[in-house]
């Protein structure tokens, strides 16, 4: 049948389709000018018609409908159900690495205890260089250049993470049939900056004091809060984010009682002594904080509404002249004879201290909420609270007159 006699068929069909040869069947449109390209076929014995994709005739000429017909039956010849496939690939949607990330991620974040920063990791490090990239599109050195570019950037440990994230992508993938290999298997820990060691920077009370007197001295790339919080983080030897995410409820001033509760990498209640000597300062900060839940509240607009996770670290960066930004700073603090360090070697700083005061005991050890090791962590249930609280007193002597912090009250309410 030829293209005019189609036409004419269509004009004067009087059933649902009529057949133009080699399987292809016309089903005309209802106002008689169109029809529909549908092929009949047979498989296990079953009579199909499919409906071919895209254009209707006289759009998809006779020629290229015979072509997508062939096409078609040698799928069939080797026992493909064409229609059985179209729905299988309409269902799929796991596509591109992003589509596969959301997938994995989906069960992945009930089993994990911070799931946003796997999700965080993803986002920063590997979505920007293959995340829209098909998941048989991405190779080695993809791979590659995603942990070169981490390691380059001085953060070896999150390259490892980086690495074992897309290793267990491809292995997600892998599993759900979407692809044979994983471009991921071949490195190990060597390529992605070799095994992290553990640090053993604290800083002395020289450096400590050195180190505010640049830092206030660079007060517009080291802001105040900036300043403020490594304060605290030395007075009271927190993790970062238990001092920068803090809302003003968990503070009881009148009790003198800072009230973290499991908000803590161990999970372990405690409750936090606050020393009077350190009390300017969170009048300060509550003067400052302008009505906010939070004592850091986020200085841009963020879902969070708390300081944001790498504030410190980056802020830090610059004044060693380590900036990720495109702006460079200079490198303000090693020539003066302070060796490069990081936000949580502050940490490690407030418990040398403590022993360089002579204090050894396990009232220093849950000051940092650490676990009393060995029997004595079993049987030992005392907090040490009134210890503590002494304690917090005598690293803040030490640490506010080396960051001239005023012992004045501003006589602000802190519990309202």
Request: with cysteine; glycine share 4%.
């Amino acid at each position: 049948m030829n293209v005019k006699e189609i036409k004419a068929n269509i004009k004067s069909c009087k059933t649902l389709r009529f057949s133009v040869g080699d399987s292809l069947y016309i089903k005309p449109s209802k106002d008689k000018k169109s029809g529909a390209w549908e092929l009949r076929y047979t498989i296990n014995n079953k009579r199909h018609f499919m409906t071919l994709k895209g254009s209707n005739f006289p759009d998809k000429t006779l020629s290229d409908a015979r072509i997508e017909a062939a096409l078609i039956n040698k799928k069939i010849k080797n026992g493909i159900d064409p229609l059985a496939e179209r729905v299988r690939q309409g269902q799929e949607t796991i596509i591109t690495m992003n589509d596969l990330f959301n997938d994995w991620f989906k069960d992945k974040s009930k089993e994990v205890k911070n799931p946003h920063l796997l999700e965080r990791q993803y986002t920063k490090d590997i979505k920007p260089y293959i995340g829209k990239l098909k998941i048989d599109d991405v190779n080695a050195r993809d791979i590659r250049a995603i942990i070169k570019e981490v390691v380059n950037d001085g953060r070896p440990s999150i390259s490892t993470k980086c690495l074992n994230l897309c290793k267990n992508l491809f292995k997600h993938a892998q599993k759900l049939d979407l692809t044979k290999s994983n471009p991921a298997a071949a490195f190990s820990q060597s390529d992605a900056g070799g095994q992290t060691k553990s640090r053993k920077r604290a800083l002395s009370l020289q450096e400590i004091e050195s180190t505010f007197d640049v830092l206030r001295e660079n007060s517009t790339v080291f802001t105040r809060d900036n300043y403020l919080a490594m304060v605290l983080l030395l007075v009271f030897g927190n993790r970062k984010t238990e001092v920068t995410q803090a809302k003003w409820e968990e503070f009881d001033f009148n009790e003198k009682i800072w009230n973290l509760g499991t908000r803590n990498k161990k999970e372990v209640y405690i409750q936090i002594p606050i020393a009077d000597e350190v009390i300017p300062i969170f009048e300060e900060l509550k003067r400052k904080s302008c009505g906010s839940e939070y004592v850091f509240p986020a200085r841009k607009v963020s879902k969070d509404g708390h300081m944001c996770e790498n504030t410190l670290n980056h802020a830090l960066a610059k004044m060693f002249g380590k900036s990720i930004s495109k702006k460079s700073y200079p490198n303000l603090l090693e020539p003066k004879g302070i060796k490069h360090f990081t936000i949580h070697d502050l940490r490690r700083t407030c418990r040398s201290l403590f022993a360089e005061l002579g204090y050894e005991g396990n009232d220093v050890t849950r000051y940092l909420n650490h676990t009393i090791s060995g029997v004595a962590g079993i049987y030992n249930r005392y907090d040490y609270l009134d210890e503590r609280r002494k304690l917090a007193s005598v690293m803040a002597n030490q640490i506010l007159p080396r960051a001239k912090i005023s012992m004045m009250s501003e006589g602000i309410n802190l519990n309202e």
